[in-house]
């Protein structure tokens, strides 16, 4: 006889005698064990089908209730699922290299604030539709910024996009001879942050600031667009022409980070 182990169910009525009736839970390496692994297969449930067995012996252990088991084994199956999301939209978000907020020096950067930061890493603002644009000569972090933000929000739930404003272009530019510019725009229109970088490195022709303006315009006051550029924000021509009017004072709710 397979090995059984009475657990009480808080929803069960008493006996006569003033006893709760016991129920049996099938521990490890019974033969259920089999067709429980398959039917997490069929359904589904990674993180059921590695666990269940952790946590039956658990709850033999612990004496808890089924509805205790079955409230552990989903849970388990939540924090599993939640974890997995964070990883695709990291890897959709195509960042090239790995960079957090929590390992920026703000002491050789002074000019940003960790408050300011924090802010930036509730998904708020990227919510709102707002933008954000980190200013500042090579090597002052605007690049570990833009990706540490990107990264908190993309581990929020929401979808990022990391691109440089060349590849962006070329990608625009590619896009447009081959005819399949609406569906590349309608793409970039639906990511909730589009991490733009290396703004300044570029002098953008006509028809390659045409071509970004028409990503501007379509996310515009919809989707929150981060910008990271090496030119003083009054000399950034094409960009105050097409964006001057997202960017808030730092006294009041701040999206312009100063990182120079």
Not at 51 to 65: H, S, V
Not at 222 to 231: C, E, F, H, W
Not at 234 to 258: P, Y
Request: charged share 30%; with cysteine.
């Amino acid at each position: 006889m397979s090995p059984t182990i009475t657990v009480t169910d808080q929803d069960d009525e008493p006996d006569t005698d003033g006893r709760v009736p016991g129920r049996r839970l099938s521990l490890p390496g019974d033969p259920e064990d089999m067709l429980i692994d398959e039917a997490c297969r069929e359904l589904r449930l990674p993180a059921f089908r590695e666990r269940f067995i952790d946590l039956a012996a658990g709850a033999r252990r612990e004496q808890a209730t089924y509805k205790q088991f079955l409230l552990d084994m989903l849970q388990a199956e939540l924090t599993d699922r939640d974890l997995r999301r964070q990883q695709r939209l990291l890897r959709l978000a195509r960042f090239p290299r790995p960079k957090r907020l929590e390992d920026f020096d703000f002491a050789k950067n002074p000019n940003v604030t960790p408050e300011v930061v924090a802010d930036l890493k509730s998904p708020t603002w990227v919510r709102e539709g707002r933008p954000l644009v980190l200013i500042g000569d090579s090597g002052t972090g605007k690049s570990h910024l833009l990706i540490g933000i990107g990264t908190a929000i993309a581990e929020t739930g929401l979808s990022v996009r990391y691109t440089t404003t060349s590849a962006l272009v070329n990608e625009l530019a590619e896009a447009d001879a081959n005819r399949r510019l609406s569906s590349v725009i309608a793409r970039y229109s639906k990511i909730d942050l589009l991490c733009l970088d290396e703004f300044g490195y570029l002098n953008l022709d006509r028809k390659g600031a045409k071509l970004l303006f028409q990503i501007f315009t379509e996310r515009e006051e919809r989707k929150a667009t981060a910008v990271a550029t090496n030119s003083p924000f009054t000399k950034a021509h094409m960009f105050r022409r097409t964006c001057a009017r997202w960017c808030l004072n730092s006294t009041g709710s701040t999206c312009k980070v100063d990182a120079a």
